[in-house]
């Protein structure tokens, strides 16, 4: 079941009124119970290894609590069997083509004879996110960080939890506290995340789903379209990623919130980030967050010397990148995005003296917008990579913006109109960036006017909380300006229920 079906608009509401008419203490059961149809909507099947991770976790963080902190040899190997487990089932549904291509490939490179055939696995929705939750369990327990779970149901519902289980947030321990406690209907919760929940539907509906037209046509059909529309296909594929899902996390923080549970946030307007660096404190901050707790500070973090340091953090990216997918394009992202850091890295004094050389650092403010625009475009020079599908694609994509590129500027810096007409002119006559003739001038002002009203958001969001002070406006302002935000998704959204991109990872 998708967020932006008409399913869920069913299944929500349902589940919350029962919820909430329900005792305390059955409450839990009823929330696994709708969480088990929620996850079986798509195959049935796809519970199985789920409730396996569930039953194998559970026990393994009460046999490793029984040692504390520093517990003897057969705490740790519980812990290492409570870390691989899920790792196997992953790497088993998720990697085992991937891993047995690439094997097949070297065996032929080295004249080597290698099995060809390999059992291929439908991929259940949410492995990826509810694996790294059980391991970052028992790993909290194993440090004593916190007591493990006694309630089996409370432990099932933490991995099970719907809002979240099939894209994230990538939850720690800690919301298993939430299912403990009561939960009152509070109608400024209820509104607060019935607003969050419009936001992400609009950022998805509106946006995301438009844009992806352009994005999929463009990039669907190398041979149609000129580098001029594969920069712009790029800088849309940026816009329709992030509207997609923080248009996802927007749903799920927002339901879990109707419910009285507070998610963690994954986005912080991760296109305002005056850097690399900055721009994964808020990019999917849920997993940027957990590499950094088990993985990053684990291998040695910024210790043990410069290289080591810089060893670490291309590790980081690098699995970061086949985390999403078993893809090279998934591992060349990763590895681009580590690599780009390291070198922003290692040339920062020589950027700090250029910047004191020309003056900059006396404008701060237009300083910062450079730095944003540049981290902009590194950011969407590595997107190439995770949109296309397959390393040669993404070789070629970026040789067609730079020429492409370079013979739109010649053609405007001599004003050879003519020329710019050829190198503009779209071959493909039926339809225009995947629109129909009559339809692509107003759909691509109604994209560009929802981005822009979505910058502006943010821009005002930066500075003050907009829905904390519409809070305090009159309800005729209130409920108007809620009005006017479900005409737009009513009108403007494209109800195809086409999968949100994280579904896959």
Known sequence: MQFNSFAYLIFFPAVTVIY??????????WLLAASCLFCMTAAPWFILPLMAVIIVEYGLGLLIERGGRNGSGSQKIFLIIGILFPLSLLVLFKYASFFHD??????????????????????PLGISYYSFQSISYVIEVHRGAIRAERHFGMFALYLLFFPKIIAGPIERPSLIRQFHERHDCDYRLVTDGMRTMAGGFF????????????????FGHPDYYHGIYFLLATVLFAVQIYCDFSGYTDIAI???????????????????????????RRWHISLTTW???????PLGGNRNGKARWYRNIFITFLLS??????????????????????????????????????????????LRLLRIISTGALVCFAWIFFRADSLPAAIAVIRKIIAGTGDVLTSLLVFDMAHLKAVTDIARKNTI???SRETYRPEMLIAAFSIVS??????????????????????CVRWGLYVLIMVAILFFGMFTQDQFIYFRF
């Open 433 to 435: 960036l995947g629109f």
């Open 254 to 280: 927002g339901s879990a919130r109707v419910l009285g549970f507070r998610l963690m946030d994954n986005f912080r307007r991760p296109y305002g980030a005056a850097s690399l660096l900055e721009f994964w």
């Open 20 to 29: 909430y008419t329900l005792p305390h203490g059955v409450r839990w059961l």
């Open 291 to 297: 590499l950094r707790d088990y993985l990053y500070i």
């Open 321 to 366: 990148g086949l985390w999403h997918g078993a893809n090279w394009t998934f591992i060349a992202w990763g590895a681009v995005h580590g690599l780009l850091l390291l070198l922003g890295m290692g040339t920062r004094n020589i950027r700090l003296k250029f910047i004191s050389l020309n003056g900059l650092d006396r404008a701060p403010r237009l």
């Open 454 to 475: 979505l910058w502006i958001f943010h821009l005002i969001q930066k500075r003050k909380d907009v829905w904390e002070a519409l809070s305090r406006r009159a309800a």
């Open 203 to 218: 950022k998805k509906l509106v946006i995301a789903d438009r844009v992806a037209i352009v994005v999929n046509e463009v």
């Open 102 to 123: 690439a094997a097949v490939r070297a065996a032929v490179a080295f004249g080597l004879r290698y099995p060809a055939e390999v059992i291929t696995f439908i991929i």
